[in-house]
């Protein structure tokens, strides 16, 4: 639990030191940090979602998580992306943690597009910690070019 400290009130606002912690204490706790965002269900992959007329391109980061312990589905136009991160610290006589920063733990997240997924089409590569998943658009939502007709 934290503890708060007031400092020498100002004359003008006896509260602004507190204050201060605790927006100090909030933005801390929603900081990313090791490319996650550590709320308080979970451990979270930052991503960059990007649309072209083609499609979608969504990469998460996702720094010592296998392959194996990731899962993407598409419904619609709903992908989801769950998985686990796996982090085994030393334990045993002699170790002592000083610092843990990296956390472990599941994580579900599901982004709502605008238009559905060609899923046939969909794919996913994973390297160097980062997972990419390139999502074309399905036929019927691409833009389509119409020719005039002269007489």
């Known amino acids: 639990m934290a503890t708060y400290t007031l400092?020498?009130?100002?004359?003008?606002?006896?509260?602004?030191?507190l204050m201060s912690e605790l927006q100090r204490d909030l933005h801390s706790a929603f900081r990313p940090n090791d490319g996650?965002?550590?709320?308080t269900r979970g451990v979270?992959?930052?991503?960059?979602?990007?649309?072209?007329?083609?499609?979608?391109?969504?990469?998460?980061?996702?720094?010592?998580?296998s392959p194996d312990d990731i899962s993407v589905s598409?419904?619609?136009?709903?992908?989801?992306?769950?998985?686990?991160?796996?982090?085994?610290?030393?334990?045993?006589?002699?170790?002592?943690?000083?610092?843990?920063?990296?956390?472990?733990?599941s994580f579900r997240r599901a982004f709502e597009l605008p238009s559905e997924i060609d899923v046939e089409a969909a794919k996913a590569s994973h390297k160097n910690g980062v997972l990419t998943?390139?999502?074309?658009?399905?036929?019927?939502?691409?833009?389509?070019q119409i020719a005039i007709e002269t007489r």
């Open 74 to 105: 598409i419904e619609g136009s709903t992908v989801t992306l769950s998985g686990q991160r796996k982090i085994e610290y030393p334990v045993g006589e002699g170790t002592a943690v000083h610092r843990r920063e990296r956390q472990s733990g």
């Open 36 to 39: 996650v965002f550590q709320g």
């Open 133 to 144: 998943l390139v999502l074309p658009k399905s036929p019927a939502a691409r833009p389509r």
């Open 7 to 17: 400092t020498r009130p100002s004359a003008l606002n006896p509260w602004r030191g």
């Open 44 to 65: 979270y992959p930052l991503v960059n979602l990007h649309e072209s007329d083609e499609g979608y391109v969504l990469t998460a980061e996702l720094p010592g998580v």
